[in-house]
């Protein structure tokens, strides 16, 4: 039977549009989902937008449009943004949609049968950017700890025994060293829990922009109930559905620190009062800042993900964000690091690999693989450690992962410098010009097949230019007993990777 792998963006909020950081969380997924695919499993891999609440609601209002008008607009341009980043998710869920609905009710129902949910009012605080009820005692100068406006809200609503869950989630917590990561997110996490848990409000009476409580229409459920519940109502709970069965519980919830809170306390907690099973794994990524300054509307600053893939490519963005910050630190955009980086890594490394290599073998080798075998040692690609880039991904390390593939290239270059093929072709020497370009070919090969979570398109365009079938591209084909064929012929080679130019503030950077 197949191993099954699911792994989930946050769901986005519908009042603004997508930006690198959005891009960056749905990146991370995808190179996961295309590694796991790629080593065997059958994945689900689940993005989607989050469309409820007061802030959805008052910013269509702003425009003078209706929240569902706003969403449907929005929702639109994530899916877009999924596109454009070539982002491989299996479903796109919207909050609005029914399945869901009913989905996050029959959750709902469950914790209320269990007896966690009960009436009363909330007096406090509130922020609508956060979405988030803060107690007075959080307050730094009358604002949010995250620097929002706070209101006063004071009607009736439903009450979540979150204070139940304390004893429970910090046993859990101890038995699961792995639920979050990295390592001090996760101690703040407990720290939180041990300060102690009140109980959570979770449905609001002052506006309509929500799903109705089950058995009692006059309150919506506060949002991040609903939009927590995306994650099952995907699987069809609460039908008990194959995907459900094959994909519950998740493997990795993928979030921004920013949202940590609802994952790693709420969710779970809501989930123990449901009765069902708890993700495995919570991952907490780092925030971009851009050229130093945080990003905001007010700054004007954010970056829009077509306008880097416009300006630098697509494989080269994904592979700047992946790679520009070990995962879980916070990072910072530059456009000079990016070029700096691409042009260092992907152009002259990579690139060069794999064009002086292959142009070689289409001139000097009647345009067919070569006659060889992997025998020389000292190529490096022969020992190509995938646990340990596998490990690598498990623990989403993804600049690790691409160190060993930049590692990898870097060995094959040198290879190429020190046999250099065109002094044995000058010399005559044409069968041992063929075998060493036999080895770069080979390890070009296994470099490339590495390379298709990160990098997909350029990868399989090296890949065609190596004729590699389509079905021969997992990680089982690293193995010597898929190497390439000598006598296959090739067809004319490309250059993948161009080189950057630093010239244009808009635009017109790259050159072919
Ligand atoms: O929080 N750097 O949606 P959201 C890195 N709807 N990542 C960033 C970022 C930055 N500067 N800014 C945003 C929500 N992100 C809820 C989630 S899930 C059940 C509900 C990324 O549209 C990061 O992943 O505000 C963050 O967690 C997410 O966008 C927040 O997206």
Known sequence: MKKHFYITTPIYYVNDKPHIGHAYTSVACDVLARFKRLDGFEVKFLSGTDEHGQKVEKSAAALDISPQAMADRNSEHFRQMSALMNISNDDF???TESRHKRSAQALWRKMQENGYIYPGKYAGWYSVR?????????????KAPTGAEVEWVEEPSYFFKLSA??????AYYDANPEFVGPVSRFNEVKSFVRGGLKDLSISRTTFSWGIPVPGDEEHIMYVWLDALANYLSALGYPDNTPDLQNFWPADVHMVGKDILRFHAVYWPAF???AGLELPKRIFAHGWWTIEGEKMSKSLGNAIAPEALVEEFGLDQTRWFLMREVPFGNDGNFSREALIARVNSELANNIGNLAQRTLSMISKNCDGKVPHGRVQDSDVGIRGIDFDAIREALQNCEFDKYTNHAIKYASEANEYIDRQAPWTLKKEGKLEEMGKVLYSLAESIRKISILLQPITPDSASKILDQLAIPPDRRTFAHLS????LKPGTPLPPPEPVFPRLSAISESGEGASA
Do not use: C, K, N
């Open 130 to 142: 956060d979405e988030a009820y803060y107690a007075e005692s959080e307050l730094v100068g009358g």
């Open 93 to 95: 869920i919207r909050t």
């Open 271 to 273: 989930l123990m009062a």
């Open 480 to 483: 010597e007993q898929f190497a």
């Open 165 to 170: 869950f304390e004893a429970p989630l910090l």
